[in-house]
């Protein structure tokens, strides 16, 4: 249903001519920005996430026993993390195709997810009540801007590609089930989403996001159930459905993490350094503001990109003295309050601007150490899938 509906949308996009002139320059743009993108060896985690992991080595069943039962850094460190999904790409290219140690098909390949996680931008901007043309910019923008290198370049990007390509398309999944009038066709779509949910998370565990952007969807639809535009028997039913589409999302997480509960935690991995973890509330809170205030001037002003922000790169605020980093904290927080009065007001008018402010948000907040601490302070990657819903 939602592959019939993509595909769609596709034709119409190359059947007007302003479109296949946008597809045509920014494919030929995407080609210019990342043609010094090929590596002559594995480097950073890549050396051992694909260079040590002897899982990769034989196209076997063994090598699918192996990587179903151990985590995502074995064997160079033991690790909480588990992303099957992932490396069963790096096996099959390893394996299959050949690649070995050699950087540059890893890299097509995150270069083609990331064209397609493009697709899915532009499908979901016309989900979110974009024309055509607009849809076609914030695209463009989302593949050409510097905020992806780290993701599409480093090869261990691989897992946000496919985060991004759950979650966005889980999206997509719903949108589509909400519009069909049967109940078959309805299920049918809230299970396809379930299945994105199911599958982002074994790609990277932030892709659990998805049902928080759906439940943030289900309660602005309380509006039209207040106001009679939509049937109560029909949100129950969408609401039921969408919550037992994601129990298997959940499952997967509680298992996973009772199966590597022993495995060391994101602050007892020598190469992590965020300088977070000793800090109290407060501080930890106004530093990830300031930290989350300096990446959205990023994403206006992208003059300088860092594949690795730790080792104090970023100093903690300082809430006697107040260094730059609080001035970032405070500032940002009062932006934050500023733009929710906006988009409370300005959202009810404006299609689709309340859901995607609340998307942001929820898509920043696991690696924005506002919630749970984790093993970065800050990284280019980790606003890669919230750009979508900021554009």
């Not at 309660?219 to 207040?226: A, N, Q, T, V």
């Not at 039913?237 to 499952?251: E, M, N, Q």
Request: hydrophobic share 50%; aromatic share 14%; charged share 15%.
């Amino acid at each position: 249903m939602c592959i019939l509906s993509l595909t769609r949308e596709c034709r119409r996009w190359f059947a007007e001519r302003p479109l296949r002139g946008f597809t045509l320059l920014f494919g030929v743009l995407a080609v210019l920005a990342y043609s010094a993108m090929p590596a002559e060896e594995l480097t950073f985690d890549n050396s051992f996430i694909i260079g040590d992991d002897t899982r990769l080595r034989a196209f076997s069943v063994d090598s699918i026993i192996q990587i179903v039962n151990r985590d995502y850094w074995w064997p160079s460190l033991s690790s909480s993390l588990y992303r099957p999904l992932t490396t069963f790409s790096f096996w099959f290219e390893y394996s299959f195709l050949g690649y070995g140690t050699s950087p540059l098909g890893y890299q097509l390949g995150n270069l083609l997810l990331h064209g397609f996680n493009a697709i899915l931008v532009f499908h979901l901007g016309r989900r979110l009540g974009l024309r055509q043309t607009a849809a076609a910019l914030v695209t463009g923008i989302f593949l050409l801007h510097p905020i992806a290198t780290e993701v599409v370049a480093n090869i261990v990007g691989r897992s946000d590609l496919f985060a991004t390509a759950a979650v966005l398309g889980g999206l997509i999944f719903y949108f589509d089930a909400l519009e069909r009038t049967d109940r078959r066709g309805r299920f049918l779509g809230l299970a396809a989403a379930g299945l994105c949910g199911l599958a982002g998370v074994m790609a990277k565990e932030s892709a659990i996001m998805l049902p928080a952007l759906i439940g943030w969807h289900g309660l602005l639809r309380m509006r039209e159930l207040r106001q009679g535009a939509v049937e109560a028997r029909t949100w129950l039913y969408d609401a039921i459905g969408a919550a037992i589409t994601f129990l298997p999302c959940v499952v997967f997480v509680l298992v996973t993490r009772s199966i590597f509960s022993d495995a060391p935690g994101v602050n007892d991995h020598p190469f992590m350094d965020n300088p977070l973890m000793p800090e109290g509330f407060l501080v930890t809170r106004v530093t990830a503001l300031g930290v989350w205030g300096m990446q959205i001037g990023q994403l206006f002003m992208p003059l300088s990109l860092s594949s690795d922000y730790s080792f104090n790169a970023i100093p903690v605020a300082n809430l006697e003295e107040f260094n730059r980093t609080a001035w970032w904290g405070v500032g940002t927080g009062a932006v934050f309050l500023a733009l929710l009065a906006f988009i409370s007001s300005a959202g009810r008018r404006i299609e689709g601007l309340a859901f995607a402010a609340g998307a942001y948000v929820i898509a920043m907040l696991p690696t924005s150490n506002m919630i749970i601490k984790i093993g970065s302070i800050r990284a280019d990657r980790f606003h890669y899938l919230p750009s979508v819903f900021f554009w």
